[in-house]
């Protein structure tokens, strides 16, 4: 008997020394990965506190009502750096420039640069992203959902609908530049008309006319709009909500719905009364954290909806004399400006100076709060939902 088994009396033990360096390796690898998750969080407290350090002076001020209203009240618009008469260099939108110079046209300004989009304020972007938001939900959320319900409760087991999933899962992964010339070509360049016409555009791949009548529909695309850039983000949520949804149907125990069809509900019923209410908190986490993601998307709406420069908001159309659904198809069928593409565009699209920094950090500082907010009240709305549940 060695001595290691005389002083333990397990003829299994490891020799000490293997026990010590055993020992040393896990501590060692505990220290490296403390290390490894402080850097990451080091790394991510540097970055939001860059943004916070330059963005916040943008957005508070120390005059009441201490918060710059002009920046969330007014449109994007060229920034115009000019001398004024005692040689200071001044800053002004190019809409209040021209009124102080017309107010004054004895007085001469000497005018050193201009910076486009860099003037004004986000009022333009947050409609729009709102708008976009708007528009993707409403879709992703009426079809990932009744796509989660049939694949829980209605669909059989077997190699196809595993299939099915599998490719749900694959399409979670796609980046989203693929979902944006996707959009492209199936909703700017290839989409039937809702409306019919009267004249077939050249760029239609295929069309048809409508019998007893003078019109066609063509399929010649929507171009970039609203309801293409929706549509897109819709699609590239999708595969996340229809996951997060199935998951949520199947957390609720089986016995729910075996009780309810025992007493004689039908299956929608059930699914409808027993299973629904109980899978909510999970399917609104999913909704929100949705929201947080497509907010944040430049690649899909700069090939399907978004325009740099706009100098009027969605809801004020051309024509004030056309028909409710005449404006209605003129608001879904416009560009419109997005945040994520507005921060691209102050950021890489412009020359870079002082001058325009303002807008570059207040405009990035304004989205990371707003994704603080909804991931907040995502975490806050499932628990609140979840202690009015009992299972």
Not at 193 to 214: G, Q
Not at 229 to 254: D, F, K, N, Q, Y
Not at 301 to 321: Q, R, S, Y
Request: aromatic share 12%; proline share 5%; charged share 15%.
């Amino acid at each position: 008997m060695s001595d290691q088994e005389d002083r333990t009396g397990n003829p299994f033990a490891a020799p000490s020394r293997h026990a010590d360096r055993r020992a040393s390796r896990e501590r060692l690898l505990a220290v490296l990965f403390r290390l490894l998750t402080y850097a990451i969080l080091a790394c991510a407290m540097g970055i939001f506190l860059g943004v916070v350090i330059r963005g916040a002076p943008v957005i508070f001020q120390a005059q009441a009502p201490f918060i710059n209203t002009d920046f969330f009240t007014q449109l994007p618009e060229t920034l115009v750096v000019y001398e004024d008469a005692q040689g200071e260099v001044r800053k002004l939108s190019a809409t209040r420039f021209e009124e102080m110079r017309s107010a004054n046209p004895d007085r001469q300004f000497s005018i050193v640069d201009s910076y486009s989009y860099s003037g004004g304020g986000i009022l333009g972007p947050l409609v729009g992203t709102a708008l976009l938001i708007a528009i993707c939900m409403v879709i992703s959320l009426s079809v990932g959902i009744a796509a989660a319900i049939y694949l829980n409760e209605y669909s059989s087991k077997g190699r196809f609908m595993a299939a099915v999933r599998l490719a749900i899962l694959n399409l979670a992964g796609v980046p989203s530049i693929v979902f944006g010339l996707f959009g492209l070509g199936l909703f700017c360049l290839a989409a039937p008309n809702l409306v019919p016409v009267d004249e077939i555009a050249d760029r239609s791949i295929f069309s048809f006319a409508i019998p007893f009548t003078s019109a066609a529909i063509s399929f010649e695309g929507w171009g970039a709009c609203m309801l293409a850039g929706g549509c897109t983000l819709a699609i590239m949520i999708l595969p996340v909500i229809i996951t997060a949804a199935e998951e949520s149907l199947r957390a609720v125990p089986h016995g729910f719905r075996e009780a309810s069809l025992a007493l004689g509900a039908t299956r929608w019923q059930t699914i409808r009364k027993s299973v629904l209410p109980y899978a909510f908190p999970g399917m609104l986490t999913a909704s929100i954290l949705g929201i947080t993601r497509v907010a944040g998307e430049t690649a899909p709406i700069m090939f399907t909806a978004a325009v740099a420069h706009k100098d009027k908001l969605p809801w004020i159309g051309d024509d004030p004399e056309a028909s409710w659904i005449g404006r209605l198809l003129e608001f879904f069928f416009q560009s419109v400006q997005a945040l994520p593409y507005h921060i691209y565009t102050v950021a890489a699209k412009i020359p870079q100076s002082d001058y325009n920094r303002d807008m570059q950090y207040g405009s990035v500082f304004v989205f990371m709060a707003l994704v603080f907010f909804f991931a907040a009240l995502s975490i806050w709305l499932r628990a609140r939902i979840r202690r009015k549940l009992h299972w």
